[in-house]
């Protein structure tokens, strides 16, 4: 951004409503020095997880920049890795006007992607909930199934969608219905003899029921 350029509304992008983030992505395009924009894909996030997906694309965001920069502001904290010099500052996009600028465009390109794929896919109403797990894109999951943009990698969606497999169903039953710890070792082997053959979502969940009966067990184990 150019030296002195304030604007009053500029703040993290969750904070402003969707028509005034418009006219700041605007202005901002118009005055900025330079402006680039990373994006990934669902599959890329599926393969590498969130946190390196999002690291890629603010790699891909600062290539695109046309003009040189010494040093990069990141939202956050500072990741383990880092391509160029940069510094990371907790609660960026509402302290620092570049940060808060960068929220602004993202939000903007973000949602322009979804209305997107609204027009492909409409049953899911990515138009008004974005992506997020409202009422209405649960309800659509449990009735449609998945889209081809939905994260595979993210186990809400296979489970609100009802995608798993007959292999999960049992292993599921198994670990849920265990009343002992023994009941929950046998559960368990099985679990982990079949885990070659489970998606990466299914295992996911089953690790978190394992856990979870772990706790339960122990606690009755403990009040005994």
């Known amino acids: 951004l150019p030296d002195g350029w304030i604007v009053d509304e500029l703040d993290d992008s969750k904070q402003v409503d969707p028509a005034t983030r418009q006219a700041l992505d605007r202005e901002i395009r118009g005055v900025a020095l330079a402006v680039g924009v990373g994006v990934v894909s669902e599959r890329v996030i599926d393969r590498v997880n969130i946190y390196q997906a999002s690291l890629l694309a603010m790699r891909i965001a600062l290539s695109r920049l046309a003009s040189p920069f010494d040093l990069a502001l990141l939202d956050g904290r500072s990741p383990r890795t880092f391509p160029v ?3 990371a500052v907790i609660g960026g996009d509402a ?14 390109a973000r949602d322009r992607l979804l209305l997107d794929c609204h027009r492909r896919w409409p049953a899911y109403g990515f138009d008004s909930n974005k992506g997020y797990m409202t009422p209405f894109h649960i309800g659509a999951l449990r009735e449609h199934g998945m889209s081809p943009i939905h994260r595979l990698s993210f186990p809400r969606v296979w489970e609100v969608a009802d995608a798993m497999g007959p292999l999960y169903r049992d292993l599921c039953d198994r ?3 265990a009343d002992s710890l023994a009941t929950l070792e046998s559960a368990e082997f099985a679990f ?10 299914e295992e996911k969940l089953l690790d978190r029921l394992l856990e979870s009966r772990r706790e339960a067990l ?3 184990g403990i009040a005994i």
């Open 85 to 87: 010099p940069h510094r």
């Open 95 to 108: 302290r620092v006007r570049s940060i808060a600028a960068a929220s602004i465009v993202a939000k903007v």
């Open 175 to 177: 670990l849920a219905s």
């Open 192 to 201: 982990d003899s079949a885990r070659a053959s489970l998606h990466a979502s």
């Open 218 to 220: 122990a606690e009755v």
